[in-house]
C-alpha cells in the first residue's frame, strides 16, 4: 500500500511539472513599433533578429503601414 503511494505521489508531481517544462523550451515572438525621432510610425522599415541559434542565423521582418512588426518563431538562445 506504501509503495503504492509512492508511485502515485511520484505520478503526480511529474504530471504537474511537465508543462512547465515543455513551457519552458518553447519558442518566442518579438514585435514592435518602429517610430522615427518625432514619434511618427515607420513603414516599410526591415527588421533584423540575429541570433548563432537561428537556422537562418538572421531572421528579417518588414514594417507594415503602421510601422508595425513582429518576428516569430525564435528558438531560445543568445
Do not use: C, H, W
Not at 68 to 75: A, C, E, G, R
Amino acid at each position: 500500500m506504501r509503495k503504492s503511494l509512492m508511485s502515485s505521489l511520484v505520478i503526480l508531481v511529474v504530471l504537474i511539472l511537465l508543462p512547465a517544462s515543455a513551457f519552458a523550451q518553447s519558442n518566442s515572438n518579438i514585435a514592435g513599433v518602429v517610430k522615427d525621432t518625432s514619434g511618427a510610425v515607420l513603414p516599410g522599415v526591415t527588421v533584423e533578429a540575429a541570433s548563432p541559434s537561428l537556422i537562418e542565423k538572421v531572421r528579417t521582418v518588414v514594417t507594415d503601414s503602421e510601422g508595425q512588426y513582429k518576428v516569430i518563431n525564435l528558438v531560445p538562445g543568445t
